[in-house]
């Protein structure tokens, strides 16, 4: 990457005034449960907002046995506490519309459509109201709020945590999704015959490292922040690809809201902001929330119609997503590993430089679409290193549901084919997506619509997006270089199809403590 030059001015994050969720990824809180707040009126919500800037987690020291809390606001929460218009049009137009708004722009743009679209949604923002649902849609969309976000290091942990926070909602009167509504929020991390999963485990016979449903090592692939402006590593990202209020890759500050120097705001001690405003915005981002349902089933019946043309059903795996199942990159490996069950988490390839034709990791992976390093098509590596730099978000999801029976051997889950597909949801299980970005439409949106969804992004074919979170078109193939030709893989009986669906999404604006408490004294205001 090119060299970092000293920044226009200094700075350094205030981690203190950070949510942890932006800074760490809770790693050791192996438990997780997201409370959706259905409601955020009433005389006390502003005594439930002073109550939590006081105990959510803050800063990027990891935290080991013990619990967290993080909140993030949707734009109609934000309506709903009292915060004026001014100031919530200075919000990213992404976030003021919702994932689901736009008369329906978003929702293409995404790839929600078909099964996807918000009509099917189990929770998120209401549809508008000239959208008229087909016979065999959901009831209406649940809008939201707010988001709670909680974590702990045991199932018996999270349960207390969840419990509180209900009792601390209901006493302040702020309205939270029951226990019986169909949201699936609990979010646990797959373990195979009861054995840890997590990097602190007994190593003997184990499945290592954090996997999701499919059975794939997850959460390799991060970007790390600058966060001062003498830390000139090229490596990192700059902070403002993440916080508002510090310069980003293109030494630009991300347009954050300002508010008046009100008692309140200058009570919430706010940074200082442009023309004697004070920045709302300030060590705060954009959470990305997607509730993705995975076809576990769908994926490995796939891979092993076409096992035989790529050697095994691992192999066929392995290039839909771009690494080995143990975390292990195919531009670095290509040969099948000893131990899919290992833990291998190399992640200094480049494409363009290691594997530019794609015979190793095709061009179309989902890793390679996902995050195209050096490999932009018509960019030099370099150039496309930088531009990369801009697109770049951070991952903090969770799974969701119990794996499916035989996790996570591809040929132990297929034979329990006949028992997943009796249930009332062929597809009971998936992934909490939740990723953290300073601009939701140049970062998040950019990447699903131009890397993922775009047809003609690598291949320029018209029937190719990502193998895994693409839209699928007509009668798409998945190419593979191979001599002498290469292989189509899609073709036989078992067609490529989505191996995902969305099932429930909306942006929420992730504030400091410090704007948490601002937003406090603001739901506690007269009127």
Request: proline residues 9%.
């Amino acid at each position: 990457m090119t060299a970092r030059r000293q920044p226009d001015f200094a700075y350094e994050v205030d981690v203190d005034d950070v949510q942890a969720i932006a800074l760490q990824a809770f790693k050791a809180l192996t438990e997780a449960q997201f409370l959706f707040v259905r409601e955020l009126r009433g005389p006390r919500v502003g005594d439930w907002l002073k109550t939590l800037a006081e105990v959510v987690a803050r800063g990027a020291a990891e935290r080991r046995d013990a619990l967290a809390v993080n909140v993030a606001f949707t734009h109609l929460g934000l309506q709903a506490i009292g915060l004026d218009a001014p100031t919530r049009k200075q919000f990213g137009v992404a976030f003021q519309q919702g994932m689901s708004g736009g008369g329906g722009h978003r929702s293409w743009e995404l790839g929600d459509v078909e099964d996807s679209a918000p009509l099917h949604w189990r929770w998120g923002n209401t549809p508008p109201p000239d959208d008229a649902p087909p016979a065999d849609a959901r009831p209406p969309s649940r809008p939201v709020h707010a988001v709670l976000l909680l974590y702990a290091g045991s199932a018996e942990a999270l349960q207390r945590l969840v419990a509180d926070q209900r009792r601390l909602a209901a006493d302040c009167g702020v309205e939270l999704y029951g226990e019986d509504v169909e949201i699936p929020m609990r979010g646990e991390w797959p373990r195979a015959d009861a054995r840890p999963t997590d990097r602190s485990g007994d190593p003997r016979g184990a499945v290592q490292g954090l996997r999701e449903h499919f059975g794939f090592v997850d959460g390799i692939s991060q970007p790390e922040f600058r966060l001062r402006a003498d830390a000139l590593d090229p490596a990192l990202v700059a902070p403002g690809e993440l916080l508002l209020g510090y310069p980003d890759e293109s030494g630009a500050r991300p347009p954050s809201p300002l508010v008046p120097a009100s008692p309140a705001a200058l009570d919430a001690r706010l940074a200082a902001g442009a023309n004697g405003m004070l920045d709302l915005g300030r060590n705060g981002t954009y959470l990305v929330f997607r509730q993705i349902a995975q076809d576990v089933h769908g994926f490995w019946e796939f891979a092993q119609a076409h096992a035989q043309e790529l050697g095994t059903i691992e192999h066929c795996a392995a290039k839909l997503i771009g690494r080995w199942r143990n975390g292990a990159p195919l531009t670095d490996t290509p040969q099948q590993p000893a131990d899919l069950n290992g833990l291998d988490e190399r992640n200094t390839f480049q494409f363009a430089t290691d594997d530019a034709a794609g015979r190793s990791c095709p061009v179309g992976a989902h890793v390679r679409r996902a995050n195209p390093r050096d490999a932009l098509p018509g960019f030099s590596p370099q150039r496309s290193l930088d531009a990369v730099q801009r697109h770049r978000i951070l991952r903090r999801g969770r799974p969701f549901g119990a794996p499916l029976s035989g996790w996570p051997d591809p040929e132990r889950m297929l034979a329990a084919a006949r028992e997943h597909l009796a249930g009332d949801d062929p597809w009971p299980r998936g992934m909490h997506f939740i990723c953290l970005n300073a601009d939701i439409e140049r970062q998040f949106e950019f990447i699903q619509r131009r890397w993922i969804n775009d047809p003609t992004f690598v291949n320029q074919r018209a029937d190719e997006v990502d193998p895994i979170l693409g839209r699928q078109r007509g009668n798409p193939t998945f190419r593979v270089p191979a001599d002498p030709t290469p292989l189509l893989l899609g073709r036989g009986t078992v067609k490529l199809r989505r191996f995902t669906r969305v099932i429930g999404g909306e942006y929420f604006f992730l504030p400091s403590q410090r704007a948490l408490r601002y937003l406090a004294a603001v739901a506690a205001a007269p009127g």
